[in-house]
């Protein structure tokens, strides 16, 4: 008991002081590092309430995929991050006023918790299954095939628009490119292409 | 063992789904000049989704766990939505053409998007309903910037694409809102769970609700969300207008209804007064906002503000026959607005495409008969009897006044009034004015459109009108029939 205590206890630290450097370094390519720091700890902060499938997937994806990704983004192109920070006191009482209504509504939604919960109360809420009978992947499976495998259909859908869109948008036939033909290359016969010569000694090509 | 969810409800979806998958792959591997045939498979499988929806089960049938229903509200919205995607995919062919933008990607996202507005129409929870409108708004977003070499196509796909993210922001918060406070997604046990809830409704709910219905609004281009609708029709190619104006409409406004009418069927207090005022202002600013165009597309783009606000009547009336009125509305809006656009897209000087109400000028000498078309279409929008147009204000407005909404009524009567000025101004330019330079002749696809539209907008609508109204009927029960 105690043990997890002082576990959730540093992930927790490590990942609040991480994600605060993330915004706070001048570095942008350590910021990255931080919030792969801050990915991991939030892994770990997983793993302790039993949730190993989402932690393994934040590791693979966040930190793999979309963290590597950002990596690469931030030292391929060449961006003036101090320039990026300039307008940052005009920013300043839009970000306030955003902040303050994210606040009220958080207590808003606590004061209504506290009064009794939502309208219906939790019995609409989708049960929770325990977690000794099924294990989360399970769980996770259950909800996106089964319960709701129509949106996730209808994403698959969406998903293939956006990349005929992409293609659509984008994509140029240019003339003058020397393409590779598969066909004409599978055609090629040795005989047409390779010649072999007798070539005499000290006598050259 | 989990068991296959009931297939049976959303098979005209499957089927479509299915379809557009191997148009694509037909597009893909015939390459370029496979523009025609696409065009004319996704017609063919339209038609063959309506088949199905027609044969589809007798009844309400919910689906997929409760996030799929099919009952004759739906069926009624999809036809039309079917009927409106085929005719603007049969006229886009030509333009396209001579546009020279004719890829085969283009009657695919038609047939995409046409998925996404049947998932919205069947949606039966925040869920469905997002994703739907997301599939739908997504290939809208691409086609309107399908010119993409010409700065304002590319410039009306982007102001559509911001601006449609916004609302969808808008719409997931509301959603996020209902689902925090009401517990639960789905439209059946919303309605049940704000039907039980004693007392006043919980303000989070209703805070929630109000931002998914101006999400919706933004859709359906109802004041005050409809800044960007003058633009993107200006700007996306003209055929791709001729298809926003009418099956997204449709698809919307039929989700809205679902969404205020089935879960919000409760909170109807709340929401009549947003929708009157949306209403209201829709007819102003369409009426207004119309007089000084030039553009014929941009004068379209109001008229069909204008239009939703009349709709919005129907609805705002909070009854049977309310949205009964709505969906006749629709349905003579459809034909209205494609025969319109159809002239549009015929209107051609020496090949080149023009859409100056100028360019109109003296096309009764020209072209008699498409001037006549067009004045027919031009009285039935203006709402003058015994045009269908008449028909389609008589059954919205009725019931709001009978629902005792007289200010409403009489604005919209205002409004009216308004509106006959600027389409009187194109019948004037048609039959008053000078040739400038004559149009080309239409193409015999778009000429048979136009008469075809023509002819349902007068006389021919009044053998319709029974079966459409029966129709209507039947939709609008069987949704209240539901709560």
């Known amino acids: 008991m105690t043990l997890t205590t002082i576990a959730f206890y540093a992930f927790a630290i490590v990942l609040l002081a991480s994600a605060v450097r993330v915004i706070t370094a001048k570095n942008p390519v350590h910021s990255v590092l931080f919030l792969i720091l801050a990915f991991f700890n939030a892994a770990g902060l997983f793993v302790l309430i039993g949730a190993e499938f989402v932690a393994m997937i934040l590791v693979i994806v966040y930190v793999g995929a979309v963290a590597v990704l950002f990596l690469f983004v931030v030292m391929m192109l060449d961006i003036n991050f101090q320039e990026l920070r300039q307008g940052f006191m005009q920013y300043m009482p839009v970000g306030l006023v955003v902040g303050a209504i994210l606040a009220v509504e958080l207590v808003f939604l606590a004061v209504t918790q506290l009064a009794g919960g939502p309208v219906g109360g939790q019995a609409n809420n989708a049960p929770i299954p325990p977690v000794d009978q099924v294990t989360n992947t399970e769980a996770i499976g259950q909800i996106l095939y089964t319960d709701y495998v129509y949106a996730f259909q209808v994403s698959g859908l969406i998903l293939l628009v956006a990349m005929i869109g992409a293609i659509v948008l984008t994509l140029r036939s240019r003339p003058g490119v020397r393409r590779q033909q598969i066909g004409q290359q599978l055609d090629r016969k040795r005989a047409e292409v390779v010649q072999v010569r007798k070539v005499p000694t000290r006598g050259g090509v | ?483």
């Open chain 2, 1 to 483: 063992m989990a068991t296959l969810p009931d297939l049976a409800p959303a098979l005209p979806e499957i089927f479509l789904a299915c379809a557009s998958m191997a148009l694509l792959m037909i597009g893909v591997f015939r390459g370029d000049g496979s523009l025609r045939l696409v065009s004319w498979l996704t017609v063919a499988s339209f038609i063959v989704t309506g088949f199905l929806l027609l044969q589809g089960p007798e009844g309400r049938a919910v689906t997929f766990n409760g996030l799929f229903v099919a009952d004759s509200f739906g069926t009624f919205a999809k036809l039309l939505i079917l009927i409106a995607s085929s005719l603007a995919v049969i006229l886009s062919v030509n333009y396209l053409e001579k546009e020279r933008v004719a890829r085969f990607e283009y009657p695919v996202l038609i047939a995409l998007a046409t998925l996404g507005m049947l998932a919205m129409v069947s949606a039966n929870d925040l869920i469905s309903l997002y994703v739907g409108l997301e599939l739908q708004s997504l290939a809208l977003y691409v086609i309107a910037s399908f010119k993409r070499d010409v700065a304002k196509s590319t410039e009306a796909g982007l102001k559509y694409f911001v601006l449609g993210a916004l609302s969808s922001g808008l719409l997931l918060y509301g959603a996020s809102l209902v689902y925090g406070f009401a517990g639960t997604t789905s439209f059946d046990k919303l309605a049940t769970v704000l039907a039980g809830a004693e007392g006043a409704p919980s303000v989070g709910v209703v805070i929630g609700m109000v931002f998914v219905a101006a999400g919706l609004a933004f859709k359906i281009s109802a004041v005050p969300f409809h800044m960007w609708t003058p633009d993107v029709y200006e700007g996306a190619p003209t055929s791709v207008t001729a298809f926003f104006a009418v099956a997204p409409k449709v698809a919307a406004i039929t989700l809205f209804i679902r969404v205020l009418v089935g879960p919000f069927g409760d909170l109807a207090v709340q929401w009549q007064q947003v929708i009157q005022f949306c209403a209201a202002a829709s007819m102003i600013i369409g009426a207004l906002g119309a007089i000084q165009q030039k553009n014929i597309k941009r004068l379209m783009a109001y008229s069909s503000i204008g239009h939703i606000g009349y709709a919005l009547v129907g609805l705002s009336a909070g009854s049977v026959e309310g949205v009964r009125g709505v969906l006749i509305y629709m349905a003579i809006y459809l034909a209205m607005n494609v025969g319109v656009f159809a002239i549009i897209l015929s209107m051609r000087q020496s090949g080149r495409a023009v859409e100056e109400i100028a360019d109109l000028g003296g096309l009764s000498k020209t072209h008699p008969m498409l001037a006549f078309a067009m004045a027919v279409f031009m009285w039935s929008l203006a709402g003058v009897p015994p045009a269908a147009g008449f028909w389609g204000k008589w059954a919205v407005f009725l019931p709001a006044i009978q629902a005792g909404l007289y200010p409403l009524a009489i604005v919209g009567v205002i409004a009216s009034g308004i509106s006959c000025f600027y389409y009187l101004r194109v019948i004037k330019a048609m039959y008053f004015d000078d040739v400038t330079e004559p149009l080309d002749r239409p193409t015999p696809t778009a000429g048979f459109v136009v008469a075809g539209a023509a002819l349902f907008v007068f006389p021919v609508y009044i053998f319709f009108l029974s079966p459409i109204t029966s129709g209507a009927a039947a939709a609008a029960a069987a949704l209240f029939g539901a709560r």
